[in-house]
């Protein structure tokens, strides 16, 4: 048996990143074949003059270096920049059916789609389309709806300012709010929960933050892998002596260790910094009573500090300043049950205090969480749990301290401030109508699994993506899949060849767009589009390479055709500002008040900080004031039940991300940090539980998902890997796993799916 055609499982035991990080660097620039010429991109990749990297959303340092990208940075730029094409040969060539045989990850390799194509399924194929034609199709299927409320509009990370103004007011003028978008899989929990504690869904640091903060608490994060160039930022805390906690069910190696490629010394050395001072692994979903522990227990250190004469370790006077309703969430943590919060954490009550400890010895404390934190139920009372504890200490709203909720695609922040939203505020519509001088939709529209739903019941017929692999980001896989194969349309805006594009409704279209890499030339000018960072920065992008095909329209002149074709150009010049991004942040600026002098601001080298108003302490919450919520812990979820019935047998299992991987895009089929390589359908398992179920590091397990709709989720023959992780908590890729998170488990008040504790049992199967 060759182990490394069939992958295998070795532990990785080298720091991240290092010489193996430009080792990948070097496979993925040859495996993607990107001529000689383009390696230049690297270049102006995350420069002033350059192009924003399409990968994740962490900001650009001011003052950039030669190097501003990472591993993962390159490879989605060597994904865009590939000389391999995707052309209307190789769908003559392949049909639908025989290509959603292929791996996400043979779909992925194909290369660059170059043409606009129509599916057709007398041949099961793809074929080719005009544009014009292209439009005209789309627009005759929208006219046709009887209710504009039968389409829905669905936007990745990905899309630029200009393009997704363009695509809600298009949108909007057609007369309905659904708009499902990639944050609703990631960071809703965080938009929907922030503005209840602290009046805005957005982080309220910056990276110069980053420099000034002694403690960092890291929830449910793997920077090395999802936000690589964020451990640039640990490791110069962590050499200043900062404190920095990672909180996760796992020890992810980035956390770990840290070879800086941007160090030579370092590199040549092979030296590498210790990022972590302290581990806290709670069980999946342990998170929230964690918080709550913490706050607990230092109300508790308080009393001790001031019986014995001491300050205490409140910030008082920010309590009384700039929050209310302190008194009853104090009150609600001294009846809380130290057992409870114990049990639920799944954390030894000592760490919790060593923990409490760190936080209170913080001068300067930045919390910054990822997935970890949102995909699960009780997520927006967890991220407001996290906001009441920064707050009891006045950590949010000045230099050095604050939340920081990492996102993970480039402009997804930058998608909802645009008006990607489908529960927008009446105050945002009333100047939409001011400005355009329409009535735009009152009622809210779908989300994403709202909209998978209402394929599923018939009450959407059209779904058009801008970009994006939705029927792989979502859940309930199956489901959704027949969901969409129900629409009388379906549409993708996409620069690669992926599943979704695989799953057609009774009518299809493919159509082809700029990559942020390339220049986007409009009446011979070259535009920029703008993007909005993690850290609220909004800046712009420029790209430098020739376009993997002449057929391909930008995004923004993808939206004004659609629109011009579907609605006509009477209230909305749409072809001028389809061909003028410049005037389309003119339009923005007349909608958004913070992106007054919008083209002057953007054209700073590095472009201009957005205004967050909880980052200068105001309160844009009912009462102007910073809001304490208490949150009582849930005993009774899906999983309570599902271990009531199963007991020890049942396990909580998350779906991650590989380290060649970037959301649902598969680069290659290793995970090395985690010692896995050339395979995908693993999951990892603590040894006691293999012993306790009685199965073997090597074997094979399926995974069936506990859930009381009486539907069989099951994902077949996992390896299993052992590994440290907490007892009864398993992780496992997605999209492959997917398939075991149902459709309707998601996080209350947020629709996120909760792919960080789905309830599973696992099945021996055969070897
Ligand atoms: S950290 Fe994120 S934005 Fe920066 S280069 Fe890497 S993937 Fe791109």
Redesign the pocket.
């Known amino acids: 048996m060759n182990k490394k055609s069939e992958g295998h499982i070795a532990p990785y035991t080298r720091p991240a990143a290092g010489w193996d990080a430009l080792k990948q660097v070097a496979i993925n620039l040859v495996r993607e074949r990107v001529a000689g010429s383009n390696y230049k991109t690297l270049f102006k990749?995350?420069q002033p003059d350059g192009f924003?990297?399409?990968?994740?959303?962490?900001p650009?340092r001011e003052h950039a270096s030669t190097f501003?990208?990472?591993?993962?940075?390159?490879k989605?730029v060597a994904a865009e920049a590939t000389s391999k094409r995707v052309t209307p040969d190789f769908f003559a060539r392949h049909t639908v059916t025989e290509l959603l045989r292929q791996s996400d990850y043979a779909l992925e390799q194909h290369g660059r789609l170059t043409d606009p194509l129509v599916y057709d399924p007398a041949s099961d194929t793809y074929r080719p389309i005009a544009w014009d034609e292209a439009f005209a199709l789309m627009a005759r299927h929208l006219r046709a709806l009887p209710d504009p409320n039968q389409a829905t509009f669905y936007t990745s990370g990905r899309t630029s300012n200009e393009a997704a103004f363009l695509f809600q007011l298009f949108v909007r003028m057609l007369g309905t709010n659904n708009f499902p978008d990639c944050s609703n899989m990631c960071h809703e929990p965080t938009s929907r929960g922030l503005p209840g504690t602290v009046g805005t869904g957005k982080g309220t640091v910056t990276l110069d933050d980053f420099e000034h903060a002694d403690t960092l608490l890291i929830f449910g994060q793997n920077p090395a892998t999802n936000?690589?160039?964020?451990m640039n930022e640990l490791r110069d805390c962590a050499r200043r002596g900062a404190a920095i906690v990672s909180i996760n069910p796992l020890r992810e190696r980035g956390l770990e260790r840290f070879t800086s490629p941007a160090h030579a010394l370092e590199m040549l050395t092979g030296a590498s910094t210790t990022i972590s001072t302290l581990f806290i692994q709670p069980r999946l979903g342990g998170d929230f009573a964690l918080i709550k522990a913490m706050a607990k227990r230092l109300v508790e250190r308080d009393d001790a500090a001031r019986a014995a004469g001491q300050p205490g370790l409140l910030d008082r006077e920010f309590i009384a300043r700039h929050t209310l309703d302190y008194a009853a969430f104090e009150a609600d943590l001294r009846t809380e049950s130290w057992d409870l919060l114990l049990a639920e954490s799944g954390v030894p009550r000592a760490q919790i205090e060593q923990l409490t400890e760190v936080y209170a010895r913080g001068k300067n404390v930045i919390s910054t969480w990822g997935m970890g934190l949102t995909q699960h139920k009780g997520a927006v009372k967890t991220i407001q749990m996290l906001s009441n504890l920064m707050m009891m200490r006045g950590q949010i709203g000045r230099p050095g301290a604050g939340l920081c909720p990492v996102r993970g695609h480039?402009n997804v922040q930058g998608d909802r401030t645009m008006g990607i939203e489908d529960k927008p505020s009446q105050a945002f519509l009333d100047r939409l109508q001011q400005v355009f001088h329409f009535a735009p939709p009152r009622a809210h529209g779908l989300d994403t699994v709202d909209s998978i739903q209402a394929m599923l019941d018939g009450r959407v017929q059209v779904f058009i993506a801008m970009g994006g692999n939705f029927a792989m980001a979502t859940p309930d896989t199956p489901l959704t899949f027949e969901a969409l194969r129900r629409c009388a349309l379906t549409v993708h805006v996409a620069t690669k060849l992926n599943r979704s594009h695989l799953v057609t409704g009774r009518a299809a279209l493919l159509l082809p767009t700029l990559g942020r890499t390339e220049i986007d030339l409009q009446h011979g000018v070259a535009q920029g589009v703008t993007v909005e960072?993690s850290m609220s920065m909004v800046h712009l992008s420029y790209g430098i390479n020739q376009p993997a095909s002449a057929s391909l329209l930008s995004e923004p002149m993808i939206v004004a055709r659609l629109a011009h074709a579907t609605l006509g150009s009477d209230k909305v010049d749409w072809l001028r500002l389809g061909g003028d991004y410049a005037a389309i942040r003119e339009l923005i600026e007349r909608v958004f008040d913070d992106f007054h002098d919008f083209n002057a601001r953007v054209a700073h080298p590095g472009g201009f900080h957005l205004r967050v108003a909880s980052r200068e302490r105001e309160w844009r919450t009912a009462s102007g004031r910073a809001q304490f919520v208490p949150h009582a812990v849930d005993t009774d979820t899906p999983i309570h039940r599902a271990r009531a019935r199963h007991g020890a047998r049942l396990m909580v299992l998350m779906t991650m991300r590989a380290h060649d991987q970037?959301n649902t895009t598969i680069y290659g089929l290793d995970d090395r940090y985690r010692g896995v390589y050339g395979l995908r359908r693993v999951v990892f398992i603590n040894p006691a539980d293999l012993a306790m179920l009685g199965l073997r590091a090597g074997g094979h397990v399926d995974i069936v998902s506990v859930w009381d709709d009486q539907v069989t989720r099951r994902a077949g023959r996992f390896l299993l890997v052992e590994y440290d992780i907490p007892r009864g908590c398993l992780g496992a890729y997605f999209p492959e796993t997917n398939d075991l998170v149902p459709l309707h488990s998601t996080a209350d008040g947020a629709g996120t799916p909760t792919s960080k504790s789905i309830p599973v049992l696992l099945e021996p199967c055969g070897e």
């Open positions: 990749q995350n924003d990297c399409p990968g994740c959303a962490w650009d501003e990208f990472c591993e993962n940075g390159v989605a936000h690589p160039r964020m480039s960072d970037y």
